[in-house]
């Protein structure tokens, strides 16, 4: 099929058709749909093919965005979604949830001018496409090795260490505390960015290739740490960052305010069909109430635009420094927008204030102070009405009491210390770590990328310990 040099020059941007919000409010599904094939093939004509490919250079995982695009333009899907898979283990996800604007598309050679091509959506279409028409990893030259691994986590980290590690004939069993895998992915992420079934998909497409899941298994509780390091020749953990941060606001121990995680938690045992205990079912009971959501981040996203399908009648975000100076995505802001939620920018949270239970927010005003700082102006606080906050700061490292009980190095954040013989190993030899649990809350497209990185680690050193013991 030949190719128009200059396509984007005709052909402007395009997202896939998205559902009007009044539709979506009411739906726990993704906002945007799916191309057609004829729309994937043009919108990935665009592309430059610029010889600089900026997009994969933007790319946490290295995706080899150019060729892909090329193979989806000639219809040789089945094509594109192997080499997708070589450098992503989870190219359907981030093709949903990745700031694209903040990576491969905000480094799109056409962003300036011409707006960037599509990327992350024809992510989506051609791995969702070849799935639904058949295509799987092809395993069938693979053979099988002695070694046997425990995965700990069943998050981006462990799915994408997992999927390596099968791929080169590794006995794998995934343990996670979660009766689904997924972790955040599944009990974090809303179904308006991303829906369960995607997750329930990845999973069959992973126990086809050989990954076994232990689920609603808590190491150290369940099963001792130490049988599995017994029982295996590595292990990996992936558990992820989940422990708040604490603002430490007076009044936000009151009856209605909400840390972030556990309301995403319980909309998601919601939205799977789970029976909800009666917390649970106060967090989610938001009809006709006057929501404020605090923190800029995709999480405080996650929370305003949730509480808008409950049934919440205002809903607000309140930032403390401008809307430049936000760390979510671009596209998630214009969202919550577009769904009614209000944006309180240069406010600072002081107090939360109420008799018996929450009654109001108590807040400074701000202005800019250099370098991402900000300071409060004096004499300029105001009171805002609020029957529910919602406390989105951020996460923090949330190490499970077995690893220092064998020893395991840790910093004084809580982090997993790596940086043995390879970034990802421990200071136990046996074990490796990677995504939140080794660098913090980040994004899922890097515990990605550290999951895929530890495994070809791992191997490395399974052939240099096989190569030693042959000698």
């Given at each position: 099929?030949?190719?128009?040099?200059?396509?984007?020059?005709?052909?402007?941007?395009?997202?896939?058709?998205?559902?009007?919000?009044?539709?979506?409010?009411?739906?726990?599904?993704?906002?945007?749909?799916?191309?057609?094939?004829?729309?994937?093939?043009?919108?990935?004509?665009?592309?430059?093919?610029?010889?600089?490919?900026?997009?994969?250079?933007?790319?946490?995982?290295?995706?080899?965005?150019?060729?892909?695009?090329?193979?989806?333009?000639?219809?040789?899907?089945?094509?594109?979604?192997?080499?997708?898979?070589?450098?992503?283990?989870?190219?359907?996800?981030?093709?949903?949830?990745?700031?694209?604007?903040?990576?491969?598309?905000?480094?799109?050679?056409?962003?300036?001018?011409?707006?960037?091509?599509?990327?992350?959506?024809?992510?989506?279409?051609?791995?969702?496409?070849?799935?639904?028409?058949?295509?799987?990893?092809?395993?069938?030259?693979?053979?099988?090795?002695?070694?046997?691994?425990?995965?700990?986590?069943?998050?981006?980290?462990?799915?994408?260490?997992?999927?390596?590690?099968?791929?080169?004939?590794?006995?794998?069993?995934?343990?996670?505390?979660?009766?689904?895998?997924?972790?955040?992915?599944?009990?974090?992420?809303?179904?308006?960015?991303?829906?369960?079934?995607?997750?329930?998909?990845?999973?069959?497409?992973?126990?086809?290739?050989?990954?076994?899941?232990?689920?609603?298994?808590?190491?150290?509780?369940?099963?001792?740490?130490?049988?599995?390091?017994?029982?295996?020749?590595?292990?990996?953990?992936?558990?992820?960052?989940?422990?708040?941060?604490?603002?430490?606001?007076?009044?936000?121990?009151?009856?209605?305010?909400?840390?972030?995680?556990?309301?995403?938690?319980?909309?998601?045992?919601?939205?799977?069909?789970?029976?909800?205990?009666?917390?649970?079912?106060?967090?989610?009971?938001?009809?006709?109430?006057?929501?404020?959501?605090?923190?800029?981040?995709?999480?405080?996203?996650?929370?305003?635009?949730?509480?808008?399908?409950?049934?919440?009648?205002?809903?607000?975000?309140?930032?403390?420094?401008?809307?430049?100076?936000?760390?979510?995505?671009?596209r998630e802001v214009k969202n919550a927008r577009d769904e009614g939620v209000e944006f309180l920018f240069h406010r600072a949270p002081l107090a939360i204030e109420g008799e018996g239970r929450v009654q109001a927010l108590r807040v400074a005003r701000t202005e800019a102070a250099g370098r991402g700082a900000f300071a409060i102006v004096e004499g300029e606080a105001e009171t805002l009405a609020a029957d529910v906050?919602?406390?989105?700061?951020?996460?923090?490292?949330?190490?499970?009491?077995?690893?220092?009980?064998?020893?395991?190095?840790?910093?004084?954040?809580?982090?997993?210390?790596?940086?043995?013989?390879?970034?990802?190993?421990?200071?136990?030899?046996?074990?490796?770590?990677?995504?939140?649990?080794?660098?913090?809350?980040?994004?899922?497209?890097?515990?990605?990328?550290?999951?895929?990185?530890?495994?070809?680690?791992?191997?490395?050193?399974?052939?240099?310990?096989?190569?030693?013991?042959?000698?």
């Amino acid at each position: 099929m030949p190719r128009a040099q200059f396509d984007f020059l005709d052909l402007p941007r395009q997202m896939p058709k998205e559902l009007p919000v009044a539709t979506r409010l009411g739906l726990d599904v993704e906002i945007y749909g799916h191309f057609e094939p004829a729309e994937a093939k043009a919108q990935a004509g665009r592309c430059l093919d610029c010889g600089n490919p900026y997009c994969a250079n933007g790319c946490p995982v290295g995706n080899a965005i150019p060729q892909w695009l090329e193979l989806v333009r000639q219809g040789r899907l089945f094509e594109a979604a192997t080499l997708a898979h070589e450098t992503n283990p989870l190219p359907e996800i981030c093709g949903r949830v990745c700031p694209q604007d903040r990576l491969c598309e905000g480094a799109c050679t056409l962003e300036t001018g011409f707006e960037a091509v599509t990327i992350g959506s024809i992510e989506k279409y051609l791995v969702d496409e070849a799935f639904r028409q058949g295509w799987r990893p092809d395993l069938s030259r693979v053979k099988p090795r002695a070694e046997r691994v425990a995965v700990i986590g069943a998050g981006p980290a462990g799915l994408a260490c997992a999927d390596r590690l099968v791929r080169a004939g590794v006995g794998v069993t995934v343990f996670d505390r979660h009766d689904e895998i997924g972790g955040l992915l599944t009990f974090g992420i809303p179904p308006f960015k991303l829906e369960k079934s995607v997750i329930a998909t990845r999973r069959q497409v992973l126990e086809g290739m050989g990954v076994r899941f232990q689920l609603a298994t808590d190491v150290g509780c369940d099963i001792e740490f130490g049988k599995l390091l017994h029982e295996h020749d590595a292990v990996f953990v992936g558990t992820g960052a989940t422990t708040p941060v604490d603002a430490r606001l007076p009044g936000q121990s009151l009856p209605g305010v909400l840390p972030a995680l556990p309301f995403l938690i319980a909309n998601a045992r919601r939205v799977l069909g789970r029976t909800l205990d009666a917390d649970e079912a106060a967090m989610l009971d938001l009809k006709g109430k006057t929501v404020r959501v605090l923190g800029g981040g995709d999480t405080a996203m996650d929370c305003v635009r949730t509480a808008r399908r409950l049934g919440a009648a205002e809903v607000s975000c309140v930032y403390r420094r401008d809307e430049a100076a936000m760390p979510g995505s671009r596209r998630e802001v214009k969202n919550a927008r577009d769904e009614g939620v209000e944006f309180l920018f240069h406010r600072a949270p002081l107090a939360i204030e109420g008799e018996g239970r929450v009654q109001a927010l108590r807040v400074a005003r701000t202005e800019a102070a250099g370098r991402g700082a900000f300071a409060i102006v004096e004499g300029e606080a105001e009171t805002l009405a609020a029957d529910v906050v919602i406390l989105a700061f951020g996460y923090r490292a949330s190490p499970p009491a077995w690893l220092a009980g064998h020893g395991v190095a840790l910093a004084e954040n809580g982090l997993i210390v790596g940086g043995g013989a390879s970034p990802y190993q421990t200071s136990l030899p046996k074990l490796w770590a990677g995504g939140d649990a080794l660098r913090g809350a980040d994004l899922v497209v890097t515990a990605v990328r550290d999951g895929r990185d530890a495994a070809a680690a791992m191997l490395r050193q399974f052939k240099s310990i096989a190569i030693r013991t042959a000698a």
